[in-house]
């Protein structure tokens, strides 16, 4: 399963990024789906993430300057960054937490990740 994610690259402190995550349909509609990020000797920290009641959580660190969205026809996820910080600097990961009920009853789970973007804020 391939999560693809666009949108990384340098920015200057106080710009925006939009990221983007596009998933199988399939895997789409029975995930939460939600933004990790990571920085060289530390662990996957979550940034944003949809519950699976549909609402939202985010990181102390980004509130009130990220909004994460999605676009449910495309299975696209977005992370929109705004007023980025050199400590916002870091690998950035989609997730998409995979649970669904089969036809005979049984459950399935899964976690998948993107391949990563890099997001670098600097002068």
């Known amino acids: 399963v391939q999560l693809v994610e666009s949108g990384g690259g340098l920015v200057q402190p106080g710009g925006s990024l939009r990221l983007s995550c596009v998933a199988p349909?399939?895997?789409?509609?029975?995930?939460?789906m939600g933004w990790y990020r990571q920085v060289p000797g530390k662990q996957r920290e979550l940034v944003a993430a949809?519950?699976?009641?549909?609402?939202?959580n985010y990181a102390d660190s980004v509130k009130g300057r990220f909004t994460i969205s999605k676009d449910n026809a495309k299975s696209t996820v977005y992370l929109q960054m705004n007023s980025l910080k050199p400590e916002d600097t870091a690998v950035y990961y989609c997730?998409?937490?995979?649970?669904?009920?089969?036809?005979?009853?049984?459950?399935?789970?899964?976690?998948?990740w993107g391949q990563g973007t890099q997001v670098t804020v600097s002068s």
């Open positions: 997730n998409a937490d995979a649970l669904s009920q089969n036809s005979d009853g049984t459950w399935w789970a899964a976690a998948y």
């Open positions: 949809f519950t699976r009641g549909g609402n939202t």
């Open positions: 349909g399939n895997i789409f509609s029975a995930s939460a």
